[in-house]
């Protein structure tokens, strides 16, 4: 009997959070985050299993007004960016991938030149971005894109999810693929809500399948957490217990993803959700998409 898309798509997912030894395998996938360390965060606790995909790096890791760079102690911004890479090529190098399987999404400059963007920086950048996922999405053919929700947690995360569902839009019917998506944080009644998806979207695709990591799974990922020296601060927030994937939703990116304040809106980062919303309006109007969604 011929599989249905609905439940190819809930297949895919299955392997995606198959366990070491699973005899379907895991999927052949596009992953699209936004930092280096979020692919680790994501599904670090097996990242070795996926030798045969490919991980896009939205952005360098690096804000540009610096105030990161020198908060870690780094003497120039370039050397912060260059750490940031590094870091990422190490964590990949100790999950046994190859090396290539994780690259920078480029984009071009006015003088021809390519360039990645900076931290805080992706939603400036959504209708390149979208361009050039479509086009690796077309030239790699993977079972499935992995990236993040949105979910209001950070710009560049919101981004990839603009980013990747614009791409699959752009590819077509012809080549349609499931989104899968990994939660990463947003903002709670007590403060940062991380690991769990948004419960405002949870009625639409149920929570997802929780993977409960084995203690070698653990200390693997704690391993390749550990490779991202300048940001262990801000992964000491992130529990290693579990990972967490679901189908993502159709979102509207002209909405809110959720009430109140959103996670970002705290911080100084140049951008409000009013204006990350805009700018996904006219990206998508540029890209000849048609704003839809079924997002509350």
């Not at 390149?128 to 499935?144: G, T």
């Not at 929570?207 to 070698?216: E, H, N």
Request: with cysteine; hydrophobic share 40%; aromatic share 8%.
């Amino acid at each position: 009997m011929k599989q249905t898309r609905t439940s190819r798509h809930a297949s895919i997912l299955e392997r995606l959070a198959a366990r070491m030894g699973d005899d379907a395998g895991p999927p052949r996938i596009l992953g699209v985050f936004a930092h280096p360390d979020d692919e680790v965060l994501a599904l670090g606790g097996r990242l070795g299993r996926f030798s045969e995909s490919r991980f896009l790096c939205v952005t360098n890791g690096a804000p540009e007004n610096g105030m990161d760079a020198r908060a870690h102690g780094f003497p120039t911004l370039a050397a912060y960016r260059e750490s940031r890479r590094m870091e990422l090529d190490r964590a990949f190098k100790l999950a046994g991938l190859p090396s290539g399987c994780a690259r920078p999404l480029l984009l071009q400059e006015a003088d021809g030149s390519k360039t990645i963007a900076a931290d805080q920086a992706a939603a400036f950048h959504l209708v390149q971005i979208a361009r050039e996922i479509a086009r690796e999405i077309s030239e790699f053919r993977p079972e499935a894109v992995l990236t993040h929700p949105y979910e209001g947690g950070h710009p560049d995360h919101d981004s990839c999810a603009f980013g990747v569902q614009a791409a699959v839009r752009l590819v077509g019917e012809s080549y349609a693929i499931p989104i899968l998506e990994a939660p990463f944080y947003y903002a709670g009644a007590n403060g940062m809500v991380a690991g769990c998806f948004l419960p405002e979207t949870a009625g639409t695709n149920s929570s997802g399948i929780l993977c409960t990591l084995s203690p070698k799974e653990q200390k693997r990922k704690r391993e390749l957490l550990d490779c991202f020296v300048s940001q262990r601060e801000t992964l000491a927030q992130f529990g290693t217990e579990r990972e967490r994937f679901r189908i993502a939703p159709e979102y509207d990116f002209t909405r809110a993803p959720h009430t109140g304040r959103l996670f970002y809106e705290n911080y100084d980062w140049g951008l409000t959700g009013a204006r990350f919303r805009e700018l996904a309006t006219l990206g998508a109007r540029e890209l000849n998409l048609q704003t839809r969604g079924a997002h509350a």
